[in-house]
């Protein structure tokens, strides 16, 4: 430890030299303080020196500085106690180092033992110091009694405390003194104006923003561009974009903030086209681009479905060499995602040098639109052993992939980990797991989540009704429905499909026709063609087929193809051929490669005795090179996903497979002529053999390894199908349920089937 009188001499030194002030000035500056090691200190064991008048100490405060600029807060604190003990001098510079430090650093304790240690009547600057102080660390209380105090306020003053309160949300504060330094010496001047419209953040602030900008425009502050962006700014904000035009018309000078704050404008107010003429705009001008115009621009494009002018902005990114700048290749990526490219997204991601969470999330979300569900997984599973920071979006993209490809394992793990890192978004993630948990057959779960949720919106709500209605709980779901009104909560058009689902599971026909007829007086939602086609679809599967046929006649849009399907689908159900000929010609005018159209009409004419036409149905499939889609089921045990396909052979306990078939003895008791076809069967040719065919469907080989794989204490035995289920495999569940005692649980294409004790939970109506 150096000792008190070797320092003592050195300044003695420093202040008796007989340099000019300028010297000593420009010495002080070239002095590098950080060269002062924080050894240096001002303890002695010798006596202290006799105080007399404060020292000049210029060593003691440029080693205060320095100390303050290296963010040493503690060692400066302890230094200048020992200063003061030494009856030191510190510095009003010293001291405005320090309380910037404590701004920096927010540290209001440190802040508050220094704005103690000032003496009486302070320069004015100082004073201004320590109120930025307070107001930066967040102590308001503290800055408005010290401005409260002050006796001679300047112009700074007024900014810092009124600034501070507009960034701070206490915007009845800072108005409060904006209309008080109106009536002193000062007048506002354009960072006050800045700060105040900045924070007007809604449309509630519209009437006081366009009062505040009269004054702008009255004080002769219209030239001022960064206030001008500023008043853009507000009424982009507040809503008026029209205002916001204007003012920027008016506008002599612009920056790159002045048109990005339009263009953000534009895409809120979901005028696109205008965003990228704004963006025209930027390069006539000649403006400099930053990352955040390549952002906005490309939202537009993505929007407009724009895929030339967004590949022409990529260009441009490339051209200037920011492709490569996370800022910049994340909004790219998100671009190629939005127009369903995923490869040209990926592409765009290997460029990215170091790549964010935004940018993993925007790649995990577009493998997941396009259905690459084990590869979304994949990536996802390789970031947790990476040093990647992982988001609540990233998990909501792997909680749809498992929705999607029902894989409850995974699911339950990635569910598991979100909540131990925190990172499960409240509402949308929450509601993506209601749908993962109701799609991998697990409704108990399912609910388990919605219940968990505080205050559920209007997507939890749907979600966990619609997983009702699929799970064919149909008075479960509209009673939950009745619960959501009652709630106060507002439904959707996506609501009203859950609802409609629910009744056409369960042939509730008089409820759905009461929902579709209040659905705009009583609930504010305007039907659309999809409500219209699941109602006839409620009244198809009930066999209302003339019903069915009015309502199409009738309803104020277009029948589409799913309209005339859904009446195919009735007609095939309940046999009725000439109607059912009809919807057949008008789904294949409209959609000529619909092939679960032609499936159904082939059924309607093998089950008539109309093999000459189920003859010539299947030939147009062949001569227009439709193929059906492969029936495949699948089952998910100890994390490992099984397939099977008809009459499969590959698995390696085929065997054991084939075995607990023939052990369950199911028989048919129909006749072979009287039986419909499904997709698993059209291309197989009706035979005496019909019986054994069915026998190795892939949904009965998926449930046979259930049972044979999966302990009957354990989890229900859970299957999924691809295609409709047919009335035999249907059949050979409930038979499978009554003699084993087991809960299998088997999803199509159309919903689930919970079969327990011989019954299944569709009432056999589906």
């Known amino acids: 430890m150096k000792s008190m009188a070797t320092l003592h001499s050195i300044n003695l030194i420093c202040s008796q030299a007989s340099l000019p002030h300028t010297d000593k000035l420009s010495i002080s500056r070239a002095?590098?303080?950080?060269?002062?090691?924080?050894?240096?200190?001002?303890?002695?064991?010798?006596?202290?020196?006799?105080?007399?008048?404060?020292?000049?100490?210029?060593?003691?405060?440029?080693?205060?500085?320095?100390?303050?600029?290296?963010?040493?807060?503690?060692?400066?604190?302890?230094?200048?106690?020992?200063?003061?003990?030494?009856?030191?001098?510190?510095?009003?510079?010293?001291?405005?180092?320090?309380?910037?430090?404590?701004?920096?650093?927010r540290s209001l304790n440190f802040g508050k033992l220094i704005h103690g240690r000032l003496k009486d009547n302070p320069p004015g600057f100082l004073v201004n110091c320590v109120l930025q102080m307070y107001c930066d660390c967040g102590s308001f209380s503290d800055a408005r009694k010290l401005f409260d105090e002050m006796r001679d306020r300047t112009l700074g003053s007024w900014v810092i405390i009124i600034s501070a309160y507009a960034d701070g949300g206490l915007l009845e504060n800072a108005l409060e003194l904006y209309l008080k330094i109106q009536d002193s010496k000062y007048k506002s001047n354009p960072f006050i104006y800045i700060s105040l419209l900045k924070s007007f953040s809604d449309s509630s602030y519209?009437?006081?923003?366009?009062?505040?900008?009269?004054?702008?425009?009255?004080?002769?502050?219209?030239?001022?561009?960064?206030?001008?962006?500023?008043?853009?700014?507000?009424?982009?904000?507040?809503?008026?974009?029209?205002?916001?035009?204007?003012?920027?018309?008016?506008?002599?000078?612009?920056?790159?903030?002045?048109?990005?704050?339009?263009?953000?404008?534009?895409?809120?107010?979901?005028?696109?086209?205008?965003?990228?003429?704004?963006?025209?705009g930027m390069l006539n001008e000649d403006v400099e681009l930053d990352e955040f115009v390549f952002s906005i621009t490309l939202k537009a494009c993505a929007a407009l479905d724009d895929r030339k002018t967004g590949e022409q902005v990529h260009g441009l990114a490339v051209k200037l060499g920011l492709q490569s700048e996370v800022s910049v290749g994340t909004p790219i990526v998100d671009f190629y995602v939005k127009c369903g490219d995923v490869e040209s997204a990926g592409q765009a991601f290997e460029v990215i040098s170091e790549p964010n969470d935004v940018s993993w999330s925007a790649i995990l979300c577009g493998y997941s639109q396009i259905g690459e569900f084990e590869k979304c997984i994949k990536v996802f599973k390789s970031l947790r052993t990476k040093d990647v920071s992982l988001n609540e979006f990233m998990y909501t993209s792997i909680f749809q992939a498992c929705s999607s490809f029902a894989d409850f394992g995974f699911g339950s793990q990635a569910h598991g980990d979100a909540i131990k890192r925190c990172l499960v978004s409240r509402l949308y993630g929450e509601s993506a797991m209601i749908t993962m948990y109701a799609k991998c057959g697990r409704l108990d779960y399912a609910y388990r989540v919605f219940a968990s949720i505080d205050k559920p919106d209007t997507v939890a709500w749907t979600a966990m009704v619609a997983a009702y209605a699929y799970h064919g709980n149909a008075f479960e779901a509209l009673s939950l429905f009745r619960q959501m009104n009652a709630s106060g909560i507002r439904t959707n058009t996506v609501t009203f499909v859950a609802v409609f689902t629910a009744c056409s599971h369960a042939g509730l026909v008089d409820e759905g026709k009461k929902y579709l007829e209040s659905m705009s007086t009583e609930f504010g939602v305007e039907p659309t063609i999809d409500h219209y086609n699941c109602m006839i679809d409620?009244?198809?599967?009930?066999?209302?087929?003339?019903?069915?046929?009015?309502?199409?006649?009738?309803?104020?849009?277009?029948?589409?193809?799913?309209?005339?399907?859904?009446?195919?689908?009735?007609?095939?159900?309940?046999?009725?051929?000439?109607?059912?000929?009809?919807?057949?010609?008008?789904?294949?005018?409209?959609?000529?490669?619909?092939?679960?159209?032609?499936?159904?009409?082939?059924?309607?004419?093998?089950?008539?005795?109309?093999?000459?036409?189920?003859?010539?149905?299947?030939?147009?499939?062949?001569?227009?090179?439709?193929?059906?889609?492969?029936?495949?089921?699948?089952?998910?045990?100890?994390?490992?996903?099984?397939?099977?396909?008809?009459?499969?052979?590959?698995?390696?306990?085929?065997?054991?497979?084939?075995?607990?078939?023939?052990?369950?003895?199911?028989?048919?008791?129909?006749?072979?002529?009287?039986?419909?076809?499904?997709?698993?069967?059209?291309?197989?040719?009706?035979?005496?053999?019909?019986?054994?065919?069915?026998?190795?469907?892939?949904?009965?080989?998926?449930?046979?390894?259930?049972?044979?794989?999966?302990?009957?204490?354990?989890?229900?035995?859970?299957?999924?199908?691809?295609?409709?289920a047919c009335k035999d495999c249907h059949d050979f569940g409930k038979h499978v349920s009554l003699v084993t005692g087991r809960t299998i649980v088997v999803r199509d294409s159309n919903r689930f089937h919970h079969f327990k004790s011989g019954e299944c939970s569709c009432g056999d109506y589906w």
């Open 206 to 280: 519209l009437e006081i923003g366009k009062q505040m900008h009269c004054q702008v425009v009255k004080s002769g502050f219209t030239g001022n561009v960064s206030l001008n962006t500023a008043v853009c700014s507000m009424y982009v904000k507040c809503g008026h974009l029209e205002s916001a035009v204007l003012n920027f018309r008016l506008m002599n000078e612009k920056n790159a903030v002045s048109w990005t704050t339009m263009m953000v404008g534009c895409t809120q107010a979901n005028r696109y086209e205008d965003a990228l003429i704004y963006f025209k």
């Open 538 to 724: 409620i009244y198809a599967r009930a066999g209302l087929l003339n019903e069915a046929l009015d309502l199409i006649s009738s309803m104020p849009f277009g029948a589409d193809a799913m309209s005339w399907k859904s009446l195919l689908g009735g007609c095939s159900i309940h046999r009725k051929y000439e109607l059912g000929k009809f919807a057949a010609e008008k789904v294949l005018e409209l959609d000529p490669k619909d092939s679960a159209a032609y499936i159904l009409l082939f059924n309607l004419n093998a089950l008539s005795g109309k093999w000459d036409e189920a003859a010539r149905v299947r030939k147009l499939m062949s001569e227009r090179e439709l193929r059906k889609e492969i029936g495949c089921s699948w089952i998910t045990v100890k994390s490992k996903v099984h397939r099977f396909v008809v009459g499969d052979l590959h698995h390696p306990t085929t065997e054991e497979i084939y075995a607990k078939l023939r052990e369950l003895k199911f028989c048919d008791p129909r006749k072979e002529n009287d039986e419909i076809l499904t997709e698993d069967d059209v291309s197989n040719i009706i035979t005496s053999d019909r019986k054994e065919q069915l026998l190795v469907h892939s949904e009965r080989l998926a449930i046979a390894f259930g049972l044979i794989s999966v302990a009957a204490s354990a989890a229900p035995i859970v299957v999924f199908k691809n295609l409709r």
């Open 31 to 105: 002095a590098n303080y950080t060269q002062i090691p924080s050894w240096v200190s001002l303890k002695s064991n010798n006596a202290p020196l006799k105080k007399t008048h404060p020292l000049h100490g210029e060593l003691e405060n440029i080693h205060l500085v320095s100390l303050s600029k290296q963010d040493k807060l503690k060692e400066a604190n302890e230094f200048f106690l020992e200063m003061d003990r030494c009856n030191i001098a510190v510095a009003p510079q010293s001291y405005k180092h320090l309380l910037e430090t404590c701004s920096k650093l």
